[in-house]
């Protein structure tokens, strides 16, 4: 495998890619995988990278493309999940846009113009619109002029026919890597198999690819199963109760059952919205949108409602009905708590879900000629068959879903029903090694209902034409009834102790494990289902003061969103708001240590919040959190002037800014010239200022202007919100922090120099 190494360089303003993770996304470390991924990206290495949602995948090729020159772009499945992300991005103060089926003709050949000038980093497609042969040349074009920073391809186990979600328009993005063969590629998921992992490398052509697979455990997902009874809506509203307001997910089975469960939560007094294939493009695309937006605090969908949903703070996901597969399943639990904060993943479980879902797959046939499609049809049952032991397991509900994909696990999770209320459990080594002797001499040739027959010495037909009522193991387990040694064999495919073929056919085979049983090398224990079901203990919380201002402040950040008409999360996540309601920053620089808060968002928010944060100690008389332990708030040298007690450095950005301005151009003609914001040229202005390398702010402000700001800049150290305010909004936030650095340089002198 390949080992990343640190690139030779990285742009001269981030000395570390931890300097340019601060200034991009608030952020001081990054999470576990992310910078391997990222250097190999930077030394131009193909990768795959399989992290599971809340991992931070987009990041491990969001930094490489601002990093390095030329264009990213990003292959994504659909248009909500482009435009989310490139939202997001926006309010990061990164150059991103997509190109796709929504915008007017106007609109995308200014985007493309925008592409061509070498305005943009990060450009979202789809697939369909990168293979288009209209679009091609000109992708052929910024190649050429521009440059090909990397090809990123987002969902990627869409390109494997053995996953979850195949798409035949993915198999086609190999005639990418022929056409530009020397631009590295970025495969991203949440879930592969190893199967579908090596599809996805031989799909994409990778060469040599740094491959990371992270852990599939989210130890902030707290899974449960609980038995669905007649009444089933009510047990499923009070869980919904009981979530304080958070957003969740319902999934169901059916239209009918989505339609139906969202008209009982509205008129139960919580706002729902129903979400399925049967409604219009148009009603789902605004039903997702109020839904994201928290206009509205339930989506009741089927699994249409899947890819795209890039909503971090969903507190719940509650399975109505019986899913079709463990990595289904997995997927759609695990769209709650994208944020690593805690969530709660519930599946309702009535052994009657099971008929319907069986009615579905008898619907599988080939629309050519009617005919069954026999091997997807063995498939879908084999993996109903392992929902269903999911769901009636005792044992360890991660051990179960990690070993679907590979990984082992085997201590208890602290965060399932099974691990908190735990069943009791017996040593079964006997009835184990009678088990597993029981497939050795079958020849590992046989499910587990053919396995069981012999053990309980049946004398059914086919056990005899096979000459298995012969076998030393046949009637060795009569003591035992089917469920009990169903139970066993369950639970040693679920600690891998025993394997199972995925195609169809549910064939037992001996692993490593299984022999060190037989060899009397290991014990086997086995959790023993409970006889009467023991109440779940409830999860509460006090509100205390951090609660309450958590609340204030996911209201400003909702006021906020709605100005903007962006989703609340893209302003800051639930976790920043968290911190800041931990930490009481009262003051920019506080703020801007937060983690979340990058230098973009502190410039565009930092006022807003840290007045708010001020407003609520002031009510309930508190003081000021403690400051955060570590380094200062990070002051970004491309665009955020320093704090009163601290300078940012200057770098060449800065130093070109003043070189124009020496020459003469006005602030307005910098950033002309220099293709930038008038407020980041004034941004570096300050600063300038603030180091004593421009000493007049002849040109810069009028000796009145400057005479009223420095009045009230007397006496104390105020943000810029709070000077605008009492300056009766007389003066913008360019003119204010002018003034306010030209202050600091003559904290005696109300005159002004040079005018």
């Known amino acids: 495998m390949f080992t990343a190494q640190m690139p030779a360089s990285?742009?001269?303003?981030?000395?570390?890619?931890?300097?340019?993770?601060?200034?991009?996304?608030?952020?001081?470390?990054?999470?576990?995988?992310?910078?391997?991924?990222?250097?190999?990206?930077?030394?131009?290495?193909?990768?795959?990278?399989?992290?599971?949602?809340g991992g931070g995948k987009s990041l491990c090729f969001q930094l490489p493309a601002l990093l390095k020159s030329g264009l990213m772009v990003v292959v994504s499945p659909l248009i909500a999940?482009?435009?989310?992300?490139?939202?997001?991005?926006?309010?990061?103060?990164?150059?991103?846009?997509?190109?796709?089926?929504?915008?007017?003709g106007e609109e995308a050949r200014s985007r493309q113009n925008d592409l061509?000038?070498?305005?943009?980093?990060?450009?979202?497609?789809?697939?369909?619109?990168?293979?288009?042969?209209?679009?091609?040349?000109?992708?052929?074009?910024?190649?050429?002029?521009?440059?090909?920073?990397?090809?990123?391809?987002?969902?990627?186990?869409?390109?494997?026919?053995?996953?979850?979600?195949?798409?035949?328009?993915?198999?086609?993005?190999?005639?990418?890597?022929?056409?530009?063969?020397?631009?590295?590629?970025?495969?991203?998921?949440?879930?592969?198999?190893?199967?579908?992992?090596?599809?996805?490398?031989?799909?994409?052509?990778?060469?040599?690819?740094?491959?990371?697979?992270?852990?599939?455990?989210?130890?902030n997902l707290y899974y449960e199963v609980v038995p669905k009874a007649t009444n089933a809506f009510e047990d499923v509203l009070k869980l919904v109760r009981q979530q304080d307001g958070g957003s969740g997910i319902i999934y169901c089975l059916s239209r009918k059952r989505v339609e139906e469960t969202a008209e009982k939560f509205q008129r139960s007094g919580i706002s729902a919205l129903p979400y399925h294939a049967g409604l219009s493009d148009l009603v789902r695309a605004e039903n997702q949108r109020r839904f994201i937006r928290d206009d509205v605090q339930l989506m009741v969908a089927t699994v249409a409602f899947g890819m795209g949903i890039n909503k971090p703070d969903v507190r719940f996901v509650i399975h109505y009905d019986l899913p079709r597969n463990i990595e289904g399943y997995y997927q759609e639990s695990g769209r709650a708590g994208r944020d690593n904060d805690p969530a709660r993943c519930t599946l309702f479980f009535n052994p009657g879900d099971i008929k319907r879902i069986e009615w579905?797959?008898?619907?599988?046939?080939?629309?050519?000629?009617?005919?069954?499609?026999?091997?997807?049809?063995?498939?879908?049952?084999?993996?109903?068959?392992?929902?269903?032991?999911?769901?009636?397991?005792?044992?360890?509900?991660?051990?179960?879903?990690?070993?679907?994909?590979?990984?082992?696990?085997?201590?208890?999770?602290?965060?399932?029903?099974?691990?908190?209320?735990?069943p009791p459990v017996e040593n079964r080594t006997i009835e184990a090694q009678k088990f597993l002797s029981c497939v050795a001499r079958c020849q590992e040739r046989f499910g587990m209902a053919h396995i069981i027959d012999v053990l309980r010495g049946s004398k059914k037909q086919r056990i005899k034409e096979l000459r298995h009522d012969e076998l030393s193991t046949h009637g060795i387990g009569k003591d035992r009834s089917v469920d009990q040694w169903?139970?066993?064999?369950?639970?040693?495919?679920?600690?891998?102790?025993?394997?199972?073929?995925?195609?169809?056919?549910?064939?037992?085979?001996?692993?490593?494990?299984s022999w060190e049983i037989l060899r009397k090398q290991r014990d086997v224990c086995v959790a023993i289902p409970k006889q009467v079901d023991e109440p779940t203990p409830s999860v509460s919380s006090t509100r205390l003061e951090a609660e309450q201002l958590f609340e204030r402040l996911r209201q400003l950040r909702k006021e906020i969103a709605n100005e903007q008409g962006v989703a609340p999360y893209i302003v800051f996540s639930d976790s920043s708001l968290r911190l800041m309601a931990q930490q009481r920053p009262q003051t920019l620089d506080a703020f801007g240590r937060v983690s979340g808060v990058g230098s973009h968002k502190l410039e565009q928010y930092g006022d807003r919040f840290t007045a708010a944060i001020r407003q609520y100690c002031r009510e309930l008389g508190l003081e000021t959190a403690p400051e955060p332990s570590g380094p200062p708030a990070s002051r970004s040298p491309l665009s955020k002037a320093s704090s009163p007690n601290r300078q940012a450095?200057?770098?060449?950005?800065?130093?070109?800014?003043?070189?124009?301005?020496?020459?003469?151009?006005?602030?307005?003609?910098?950033?002309?010239?220099?293709?930038?914001?008038?407020?980041?040229?004034?941004?570096?202005?300050?600063?300038?200022?603030?180091h004593d390398r421009i000493r007049?702010?002849?040109?810069?402000?009028?000796?009145?202007?400057?005479?009223?700001?420095?009045?009230?800049?007397e006496g104390e150290a105020l943000s810029l919100g709070i000077l605008w305010e009492r300056l009766n909004k007389r003066y913008d936030y360019s003119e204010i922090k002018l003034a306010r650095a030209f202050y600091r340089q003559q904290p005696k002198s109300p005159d002004l120099p040079g005018l």
Request: proline share 6%; net charge negative.
């Open 360 to 422: 579905i797959i008898d619907q599988k046939v080939d629309p050519q000629t009617g005919n069954p499609l026999e091997q997807e049809q063995r498939i879908a049952r084999q993996q109903l068959r392992q929902v269903v032991d999911y769901a009636e397991s005792s044992s360890c509900r991660r051990t179960i879903q990690l070993g679907y994909f590979g990984e082992r696990f085997t201590e208890n999770c602290g965060q399932c029903d099974n691990c908190v209320n735990p």
């Open 486 to 513: 169903r139970l066993l064999g369950r639970s040693l495919l679920h600690q891998n102790l025993l394997t199972e073929t995925q195609d169809g056919y549910p064939v037992l085979k001996l692993n490593d494990g």
């Open 696 to 713: 007049t702010l002849d040109g810069l402000l009028s000796p009145e202007a400057y005479a009223a700001i420095s009045q009230v800049l």
């Open 10 to 53: 990285l742009p001269l303003a981030f000395p570390t890619l931890e300097d340019a993770l601060k200034h991009f996304y608030g952020y001081e470390q990054f999470r576990p995988g992310q910078k391997p991924i990222i250097e190999a990206a930077l030394n131009n290495q193909d990768s795959l990278v399989i992290m599971p949602t």
């Open 649 to 690: 450095s200057l770098t060449q950005t800065h130093l070109q800014t003043l070189a124009l301005f020496q020459e003469g151009y006005a602030p307005q003609e910098i950033a002309e010239h220099r293709e930038i914001k008038p407020e980041t040229v004034f941004n570096h202005l300050a600063l300038l200022i603030e």
């Open 116 to 219: 061509r000038d070498g305005k943009i980093k990060l450009l979202y497609v789809a697939p369909e619109r990168l293979l288009n042969p209209n679009f091609l040349p000109f992708l052929d074009e910024i190649n050429e002029t521009i440059g090909l920073s990397a090809f990123a391809i987002d969902e990627a186990h869409c390109l494997s026919e053995w996953g979850h979600d195949f798409r035949p328009e993915y198999r086609q993005l190999c005639q990418i890597r022929q056409r530009y063969p020397y631009t590295p590629c970025l495969a991203l998921t949440a879930t592969a198999t190893e199967r579908v992992r090596d599809d996805i490398c031989q799909q994409l052509q990778l060469r040599e690819p740094f491959i990371n697979v992270s852990s599939f455990n989210r130890t």
């Open 81 to 104: 999940l482009m435009q989310d992300q490139v939202d997001q991005l926006l309010r990061n103060g990164i150059a991103a846009t997509f190109l796709n089926s929504s915008l007017s």
